[in-house]
């Protein structure tokens, strides 16, 4: 088979380095009665280790070359290969407890992120590798400047921890960033429950659209003074101080507020 050039707009950097890769392998502890989601597969440096283990794979891959060297390399009864694209996948129409996985092209990451907290309620777990700077994002604690957008609708759904940092010289070509592994699990469904999802998405958006603004400023149209009083938040922080569960909070009261 010919060299396969890596492609800049897939996001291509593969792995090489064998002892990260079973460092991967190892935190995803895959089972054979998993159903294993991967994204991203490229020429398999996580794809063929992960088979050692399972019966069979999911694989969701956008890079035509690349899916008829899968094609060629395993056979239909090992991988159901989605050609297309993971932005846009289904990933509900794979069943239940789903455990997804993926060194993630780092061009669509928070995109991809973002659509695959839709598909919570299917999933297991997910394991990937992704820019340390988007994983930081992903784990940051209230009061943090990398505390956000990406950091609440995430952990809101899914208990994040950071697993370990990959140097750029583990891959080919070698991306310009640290990365890192990251887990996610699912919280279950709690006290934290928002009455209305497209709603927090709104709340969240609007408060950090303007991060140095106070919540004042920025959700005064939503809340007025009596609203800031009732939930007992301070109308003068600013949207990264909050807990996640304060993002809930907020969006529950406007909730009930509107509703007839
Ligand atoms: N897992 C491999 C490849 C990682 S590179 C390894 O670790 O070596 C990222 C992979 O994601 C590439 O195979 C790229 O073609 C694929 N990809 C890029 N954009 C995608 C998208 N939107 N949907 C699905 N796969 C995509």
């Not at 891959?61 to 690349?66: G, K, S």
């Not at 969240?204 to 603004?213: D, I, N, P």
Request: a negative charge.
């Amino acid at each position: 088979m010919s060299k396969h050039i890596p492609r800049k707009r897939f996001g291509q950097h593969f792995l090489t380095d064998h002892d990260v890769i079973n460092a991967i392998v190892h935190a995803i502890r895959p089972r054979s009665g998993d159903t294993v989601v991967e994204i991203g597969p490229g020429l398999g440096a996580l794809t063929r280790p992960l088979l050692e283990h399972l019966p069979h794979l999911h694989l969701v891959e956008l890079d035509r070359d690349i899916i008829a060297r899968l094609q060629r390399a395993y056979p239909s009864e090992r991988v159901t290969i989605h050609a297309g694209d993971a932005l846009l996948f289904e990933f509900g129409t794979l069943g239940e407890n789903l455990r997804i996985v993926g060194n993630l092209p780092y061009n669509i990451s928070t995109p991809l992120l973002f659509h695959l907290a839709d598909f919570a309620p299917h999933i297991a777990d997910m394991h990937f590798m992704l820019q340390k700077e988007v994983v930081d994002r992903m784990a940051a604690d209230p009061g943090t400047r990398d505390f956000g957008r990406l950091t609440v609708m995430l952990q809101y759904r899914f208990s994040i921890e950071t697993l370990f940092d990959v140097a750029a010289d583990a891959f080919d070509p070698p991306p310009k960033v640290v990365s890192a592994v990251v887990r996610l699990v699912p919280r279950a469904a709690s006290d934290m429950d928002a009455l209305d999802l497209g709603l927090l998405e709104n709340v969240v958006a609007t408060a950090f659209g303007q991060r140095r603004k106070t919540l004042r400023n920025t959700l005064g149209s939503l809340l007025s003074a009596d609203d800031f009083n009732q939930l007992d938040i301070d109308p003068t922080r600013r949207a990264e101080t909050l807990a996640v569960a304060d993002f809930v909070r907020i969006a529950n009261h406007i909730y009930r507020k509107e509703a007839p």
